[in-house]
């Protein structure tokens, strides 16, 4: 009955999400969580006396039915934005979310969307280690609020859902 | 009733707390941070775990897109679920995944244990499109974690098959520092011919859903192609949990957890090196750093830490749940301090609990009226509070529904 300790910790997830963040906190990334269904919307934001479109997004856009209003659902591919500008003042600006994406293919994987904002940082060795995992990794280095911006998506092939792998152990 | 700027402060909270992102991606979409991702990992491995007792589940991770032809057919028979997200793609309709029960009931009919039906678990986000100010983990578009188990039984074994889930119920909820009561509401739709409520009375006397299980109606039960013979159960809980806990605490700051799901069990500040309690081979978190400003202690607080103990010139003593700092004598075990500080969560809101009039124990004709009623499982018989003739323990509100 005792409390969970680290040690005996059991997940849900696929087994590979641990080596996947275990690679993320090496490289001083912040997880936020994945969120599957972002509505389109931008609003703009001054910062430092100059006037930004904050335009929230994933690479798949769709429409809600019946209103056609245009939304993103979360998918692979670099066109992504998952830092609000506010967090630029007070919040994580290096970041990754980890979960279900879309692929064009219209499959269902395991997705990884890194972003950082605003500092030098060399994607290489990060990369390297996703190919290792056997991700599609592709990368940009597209500014963000007038600031460099890079920006990571793998998706893991050998998850795809849905997923039923795991069995968790029956105890007396 | 609370009003829209109470529930910003509860909100803020969660903010002070670590728990979540300042802002969110939109209305109803929060971003949790690592705090409170961690939190949440727990919740669903406390679920698995009471529930994996004496059971083997199968894991299930579903697609969180669902073909809305598909989707349309699993619920044409109750109606489906209100709000919920269609988006077109590709050419073709989806449907943004609000449940998974039919495909957990068709996975559990796929994968026998030991001879009979089993039972599925999924954790997963789950998307109603909800509209109002609301703040975050109050009324939720993403809703995560959506904890969700399936289970398949013979009809003969229902008895058990409830007697068992209600008890995985108790030990989780014991385990969550909430003392719930499960409550038997009778049909709800053609959903389900069996609806139980687990129900807490929060410090506010205002009853709300913490969980839920169903006994699957034979309609939906078809769909996912469970024979004849056989029942199908739906048992489920989200980060409503959280927000509850938020509600509950004690103090106006942060938030309080139950050892269960604290990521840090103990935070230890000391001013010359020395852990003064005793890490007794338990496997609890227990963090130790140098004793800095006087107020160490708040950032721990605020994100809910069990246990936070300060050794200065040679003096130890521990911050209880109250706010108050009590001494500790040198090598007690901190498996006894965590244990102390769940225990004195629970005794805070077994109090609200006991003062509220929603639990009495009635006849059925003295129970009658408007509102809502249900029986309290396991049931717990004595004489009727009105009439003195025999009663059972039940729940009674005026209220038309309860959330």
Redesign the interface.
Known sequence: ??????????????ALCQGVRATLDLADV??????????A?SRTRTRHGRTYEVR?RYP?Q?????DGEP?Y??SHGTDFH?I?I??LA???RRVYSL??G?RVE?D?VLVLLVQSIGDAWSDKSLVNSLKRMNADVVTSDAPEYGLPCLRISAAFLDVR???????????? | MMNDDSWRAYSERLVTGDVL??????KG??????W??AV???L???F??EF??????????????VASDVYDRQVEDFGGYDNI??????GR?YV?RPDCAV?NLA?AMR?PNNGRAGSV???F?G?RRLKGPTPPLFRD??I?PFVQLNRVAACAERQQTVAQIVGSLQ?LF??LCLPVRIVRMGPWKNYSPDLYNVVLVTPFNTPTIVAMFFVVGESYRRMAGVPGGFDAFDVGLTEKILSVLLLCSPGEDGLVLP??L?PV?AVVATDDGRVPIDDDG????VRVEPLGKKDWWRKWARRGVPVLVEHARGRTRMKTRTGRWREVKPGCAV?DL?LEADAALRAYLAAARDASSLFSVRCESCARGDGLRGEVVPEEDGPCVSCGGPGRLRFITSLATIY
């Open positions: 009955m005792f409390p969970i300790t680290s040690s005996t910790l059991w997940s849900p997830e696929p912040t997880e936020v969580s994945s969120v599957f269904l972002l509505p919307r929230l798949v769709v429409q809600l039915v019946p939304a659902l979360r998952i609000p506010e967090w007070t919040g994580p979960g279900p879309l219209g269902e859902y849905p997923l039923s792998t795991q069995r968790t152990a029956a105890s007396a | 992102a300042r802002e969110g991606y939109g979409l929060p971003v949790f941070l690592p409170g991702i949440i990992r727990r669903a491995t406390v698995a775990e994996s007792r004496g059971d083997t589940l199968s894991v299930r991770s579903p697609t969180t897109l997200y269609r988006v077109r793609w590709a309709e943004v495909d996975q994968t678990l999924s954790v986000q998307f578009c993403a995560w030990q014991h385990r050892s269960s604290a069990h338990s496997g609890l978190i498996t965590v």
